[in-house]
């Protein structure tokens, strides 16, 4: 399968659209209805998920990378959904002071085949 075609396929699986080809990357847009400062924000910056991955080696596996905003409740269950597919978990943090709901960002990634990352993500994004 071609890079492009590959890209549409992740972006199919993740339900999001492609920002970029090369390295092909994915932006989805989560419904979370946040404020900061008491003001309301339906910014990417609130809402998004990216994903994307990097050239294959010589096995068809990529360097795949993923961030996503996350509220409090959902932190643990995504955290272990990711975990028992072999996805690393490599940070947990927020962005902003003064958001309501409190939002957080977790950032993952994995040596593998893009598309097996793409499924074992939507996967735990059945979770959010």
């Known amino acids: 399968m071609d890079r492009c075609n590959l890209c549409e396929e992740f972006a199919q699986i993740l339900g999001g659209m492609i920002l970029s080809q090369d390295p092909c990357t994915v932006l989805r847009l989560r419904d979370i209805n ?58 947990l943090h927020n962005h902003w002071l003064f958001d309501e709901p409190r939002l957080f960002y977790i950032h993952f990634d994995s040596i593998d085949d893009p598309i097996e990352f793409a499924r074992k993500t939507a996967t735990a994004f059945e979770l959010l």
Do not use: Y
């Open 34 to 91: 946040a404020t900061i400062l008491g003001r309301p924000s339906r910014s990417s910056l609130t809402r998004g998920a990216l994903f994307s991955f990097e050239s294959p080696d010589a096995q068809g596996r990529t360097l795949n990378l993923g961030e996503t905003v996350i509220l409090q409740d959902e932190i643990n269950p995504f955290i272990s959904a990711l975990r028992e597919q072999d996805i690393f978990v490599t940070a």
